[in-house]
């Protein structure tokens, strides 16, 4: 009684319905009789919602089983139909929108990862709140009816940096990730510590939506150490975990993924007879299950844009399914890499090429939430296998173009370094990860600058020692870019000591294969003059976060566009908006490569070369009035005076290319808003 009577309190205080406040003039004992009605209601509603919540529990007896060939649920049989939207990629105001479109397509079951970079992006740091608030998506999921398969990790690949996992692992030189290398290990121990403790309380045992748990991810396709699965295992086991264990593999890596205990899945875009038949012959009688048939496929800047047609996509769903299959559609709806969360891809290629911050993956529906083709068709699908109607479609999203919004002012790169964080005085270089920043957690996005002194030209040598890609100055002037490819640069002539600066961009690190343990970013080693190794660097970390963003409004450099920009710089302008604020793209002509911030927040990377030729902005990010736009551009750019971000309606779809071909118009990017 006495802790309802504090909560009562506590709760009238923060709602101003406190009784000494409500201007009424009662007595004592009638304000002893009114606190007394507060209270009995407080313990009737507790008790009520008790009461339901124990009703769930005790009316749930048997959750998820993979005793026979098909999935039960309280014993019924029970096909999954599950689709994958990640609640990091999509803003929070949008997560109802697009779970209703999901169960309005004939889903039961949606499917989330788990990104650890984000939820400890410092060691012992952890944010659970807001964008990456995991408990009230699952909350929400269970309310409108939907069952949840929770993919923890740690590793989750996802075309997400470093597969999810934090770069701060990579500061211990001899670090073994995925393995069972005690500090690593130890590291999982710690999350798994606080992420648990969160999920437990929402599986279907205890009144909440999970189903089923996934063990790691893909393993199999990495399979260092025999050990590390049953690490895993157990590492959820002991927590609380008691729902299905699943794991996830494709054809080649069903031979090592497994782990005694844990039904195995199957991943694949073509339906092949062959791979269904192993699966089945390497665990028979047992429910044969894809957990990510691929609705279509991730890019890479400088590549071009994937397209899985909806009909051969539907035809591939429409066989499984005969096949009394269950199904996960990765992604349903892929949303948006923001800031500098993007993966990069090594796979069959000399060095990595990174993804762009676009998800839309082709899939039923867009990165900004529309219906598409292969939505439509699914739906059609997916209704054959319900009882009843499936739920009306809700609404389409609102989408506003805006006038032409015009730069007013620069501030180059070089007059804003004041504003970071104390500069590292080092003989040798030293990669991002290992700079004294973040309490001492290094630095893991963004750029790095490097810079010493030099008395002579020559040839400047890399050593393929930059990732990812370094813009070159001598003295404050732009001599040339050092990339994977391009390995050596000529630097001029000139008299005295002058300084050199390498700017390395970290484009993203790899998030599939087996380099996960090598993705440490910036300078990586010596890079080299004339044959002798460059020394006495002093090092900035440039990690763009919001703190420094928000602090360049006040630097008193900035420019007007009558003086013509150095580079690198950020530009700035303002978006009047005079109505509720809806959704809308950024497109941005004549500009080279750089990151847009709209009201301090990171929409992410952009590069002329495509495929990519707009930057999402959801509305919620937006408010009535002016609304700050910065862009932080890397190199030259034709826009030197009163540049227009210009806006107007196109569409948010990527540029429309065959999946089987190799067409791509080549456009450049430019600033507008769709």
């Given at each position: ?122 060691r012992g740091a952890f944010h659970f709140e807001d964008q990456l608030d995991l408990e009230a998506y699952l909350r929400l999921a269970g309310s409108l009816g939907l069952w949840v398969i ?115 899945t199957i991943n694949f875009q073509k339906l092949n007879m062959n791979d269904i038949q192993y699966l089945d012959g390497i665990q028979p009688h047992k429910p044969k299950m894809v957990m ?383």
């Amino acid at each position: 009684m006495f802790y309802i009577l504090c909560n009562v309190m506590r709760y009238t205080r923060k709602t101003g319905l406190c009784l000494s406040m409500v201007g009424l003039r009662l007595s004592l004992k009638q304000r002893y009789f009114l606190l007394l009605c507060v209270a009995v209601g407080a313990i009737i509603a507790y008790q009520l919602t008790r009461h339901r919540l124990e009703g769930r529990r005790m009316s749930r007896v048997e959750g998820l089983r993979a005793n026979s060939s098909q999935f039960t649920l309280e014993g019924e049989p029970f096909r999954i139909l599950g689709g994958s939207i990640h609640y990091f990629r999509v803003p929070r105001a949008y997560w109802e929108d697009r779970l209703l479109k999901m169960k309005a397509c004939g889903l039961n079951t949606l499917t989330t990862y788990v990104p650890w970079n984000m939820h400890e992006p410092e060691r012992g740091a952890f944010h659970f709140e807001d964008q990456l608030d995991l408990e009230a998506y699952l909350r929400l999921a269970g309310s409108l009816g939907l069952w949840v398969i929770l993919r923890p990790g740690p590793y989750i690949c996802a075309e997400w940096d470093l597969g999810g996992l934090p770069s701060w692992l990579l500061r211990d030189p001899n670090m073994k990730l995925r393995t069972t290398y005690p500090r690593f290990t130890d590291a999982v121990n710690s999350f798994f510590n606080q992420l648990i403790k969160k999920v437990v309380p929402h599986q279907y045992s205890e009144g909440g939506p999970i189903i089923a748990v996934q063990v790691e991810n893909e393993y199999g396709s990495y399979a260092k150490d025999g050990q590390y699965m049953p690490f895993i295992k157990e590492a959820l086991l002991s927590r609380g975990i008691t729902e299905l264990l699943l794991t996830s593999d494709n054809k080649e890596g069903l031979k090592h993924g497994g782990v005694k205990g844990a039904l195995e899945t199957i991943n694949f875009q073509k339906l092949n007879m062959n791979d269904i038949q192993y699966l089945d012959g390497i665990q028979p009688h047992k429910p044969k299950m894809v957990m990510e048939y691929w609705s279509g496929w991730f890019d890479l800047w400088g590549d071009l844009h994937h397209v899985y047609t909806a009909e051969d996509m539907v035809d591939v769903v429409t066989e499984i399914l005969k096949l009394d299959m269950s199904i996960n559609l990765y992604v349903f709806h892929g949303g948006t890499n923001f800031g500098f969360m993007s993966g990069a891809s090594a796979v069959g290629m000399p060095a990595p090429k990174p993804m762009v911050t676009s998800y839309d993956y082709d899939a039923p529906l867009s990165e900004a939430g529309d219906y598409t083709a292969k939505y439509h068709l699914l739906r059609n699908v997916f209704s054959r296998y319900h009882a009843h109607p499936l739920p009306e479609l809700p609404s389409h999203q609102e989408r506003r173009a805006h006038q032409p919004v015009v730069i007013q002012q620069h501030l180059s790169l070089w007059d804003s370094l004041h504003l970071t964080d104390k500069p590292l005085k080092s003989e040798r270089p030293v990669n991002m990860e290992n700079l004294p920043v973040n309490n001492n957690n290094g630095q893991s996005y963004g750029y790095t600058l490097y810079e010493t002194s030099i008395t002579s030209e020559g040839t400047l040598n890399s050593k393929n020692n930059i990732r990812d890609r370094a813009l070159v100055f001598v003295a404050k002037h732009f001599v040339g870019v050092l990339d994977y490819k391009t390995q050596e640069l000529s630097l001029p002539d000139g008299k005295g000591k002058r300084i050199l600066s390498l700017m390395v961009e970290n484009c993203g690190r790899v998030n599939y294969g087996n380099t996960l343990d090598e993705q440490r970013k910036g300078l990586v080693g010596d890079i080299e003059l004339n044959k002798r190794p460059l020394r006495d660097f002093i090092i900035r970390s440039l990690d763009m976060k919001p703190g420094f963003v928000n602090s360049l409004e006040t630097s008193g450099h900035w420019m007007s566009m009558r003086q013509r920009p150095t580079f690198p710089s950020f530009f700035q302008a303002r978006l009047y908006v005079n109505s509720p604020p809806k959704d809308t793209f950024i497109k941005l002509p004549g500009w080279s490569k750089g990151v847009v911030f709209i009201n301090g927040k990171n929409l992410g990377r952009y590069w002329s070369i495509g495929p990519q030729q707009t930057l999402y902005v959801p509305g919620p990010w937006l408010h009535r009035g002016d609304n700050q736009v910065q862009y932080f551009c890397l190199l030259y750019t034709r826009y030197f005076y009163q540049s227009p971000f210009s806006t107007r309606d196109l569409s948010p779809r990527l540029s429309s290319v065959c999946y089987e071909t190799t067409y791509l118009k080549k456009t450049c990017l430019p600033f507008m808003s769709l």
